[in-house]
């Protein structure tokens, strides 16, 4: 090799390098703002025109008002005086009177009449308290010495059952709703004087979730019978071979309207999503795994993507490449502008669902799909240019759009489709904050119970209801009500009921 040859291969070695260098360096910019930057999402129309033309070119457009992407509104900014305090909280009376002495009038000595009274209110909070219900069953004997009977026992979770439903109604609600460790849970009681060891509560919480299984099948059908699911998925680290390693499981979202379950699988293979949705034949939106492939080739599955997806990873690529990952997400913020103004509509004109598809469908024809095709032709002339390389974070967001176009154009066609899938990703903040307390499943069988109860608190918070005072009035009714009847038994016909009683109890 002559010494051109070498300086040819340093050269190309040391550009091999720099390239090297700046995707290290971006990656570690974006673990960086995923640890201690904002959480959202959010950007600033106006910064992403600046970064999109560039310094230069912004500073004359400022020149320019026909140049600025918004109007800049002032409003008043609402007050922060005291909420009131909701009428369905129970009132308790104080009245403050005066003395006989006080009530006569200082200038001319008569008696003062009472002319009415000022009303305030402030919250007092009754500390939870246990109490032990102690059962006499009484027996009867025939004084003849023939017989004796017993009155029978009271109905419980459990056979001679210790604790009643609304323990473990209390006990589940902690560890899956408010993310409680059954450790920091056996403290609290502790200091209450009622002693519930760690392992008793999990037997507790295993019995409730075996007792809510017949409830979880009856929500999963009533999901699959929906024409549009939402899926996502999150890691869950299950404990194995006796809590001597870990493994990470998967737990995944299917959300129906207002109906959510979850279902656990100890790995990420399309089995999983397979088995979930083997009877299911509609609409399917998720993001851009793989994995659901198969299901909706088998059922004529019409399956749609995510923009959300999509423009979180031209956001991760913007602080390495500015003025190309601007020019994307102008194009795609249009996109969600069209769907905010969409829904603004309905609120506005209470459009029902086929008039509000229908005119989702018009709009998006005739002006989301534009804004699609700009921002295509966007993603284009990056990988022409070369911008785009495999190891780039703006490489990866091209790549993600070209992969995923087909589903990523669903929404325009199918108007039941959201643009994003945020929705069921809510559902899965819960299990995301959860994991920051209990950190792992102690078992397979613990991560499935997890899934089932998971299901029933998610599907409460959805109907608005308080899931620990569902699960202690249903508990006790599972084994005398067939199966035909469980309807009324899930989150929403429990819910329904109890408005249907309020509303009888008015009239």
Known sequence: MNDAEKIAALLDENRQQAIAIKQMEAQINLLYAKIYGSKSEALDPGQLYFDSVGESSAVKAEKDPEASTTK???????????????????????????????????????????????????????????????????????????????????????????????????????????????????????????????????????????????????????????????????????????????????????????????????????????????KFSGLLQADGYSGYNEICAKNGITRAGCWAHARRKFVEALPSFKVPASLALIQINRLFRIEALLRERRAQDQLADEAFFELRKEIRLRFSRRVLARL?????????????????????????????????????????????????????????????????????????????????VASCKAMEIDPEAYLADVLPRLETTPVSELGVLTPWGWANAEKSEALDSES
């Open 72 to 278: 800049k509104s002032k409003s008043k900014a609402k007050g922060h005086g005291r909420a009131v305090f909701p009428d369905h909280l129970e009132r308790e009376l104080v009245e403050l009177e005066l003395s006989e002495c006080e009530r006569s009038c200082q200038a001319c000595g008569e008696h003062m009449r009472d002319i009415g009274v000022d009303v305030s209110e402030r919250g007092e909070l009754i500390p939870a308290r246990v109490i032990v219900k102690q059962y006499r069953r009484h027996r009867y004997a025939c004084p003849n010495g023939h017989s004796i009977v017993t009155a029978p026992a009271a109905p419980g979770v459990i056979e001679r059952a210790k604790n009643e439903a609304s323990v473990y109604a209390h006990i589940a609600t902690k560890k899956y709703a408010d993310h409680m460790p059954l450790s920091r849970l056996e403290g609290i009681f502790k200091r209450q004087g009622f002693r519930i060891p760690k392992q008793t509560m999990w037997d507790m919480v295993k019995r409730t979730a075996e007792l809510m299984t017949p409830i979880y099948e009856v929500m999963k059908a009533e999901v699959l019978a929906s024409k549009y699911i939402k899926a996502d998925e999150t890691t869950l680290k299950v404990a194995i071979n006796n809590r001597k390693n870990l493994q990470t499981g998967f737990l995944w979202a299917y959300r129906g309207k207002d109906k959510v379950v979850y279902d656990f699988t100890l790995t990420r293979v399309a089995a999983g999503p397979t088995a979930f949705l083997a």
């Open 376 to 456: 295509l032709k966007t993603v284009g002339d990056m990988e022409r240019r070369g911008l785009a390389t495999d190891g780039n974070l703006l490489g990866k967001a091209v790549t993600y759009i070209a992969n995923q176009k087909k589903l990523l154009e669903a929404f325009l066609l199918e108007p039941v489709f959201e643009i994003d899938n945020n929705e069921v990703e809510r559902d899965m903040k819960h299990i995301a904050v959860g994991r920051k307390n209990w950190n792992f499943a102690g078992s397979e069988a613990g991560a499935a119970a997890g899934a089932t109860i998971f299901s029933i």
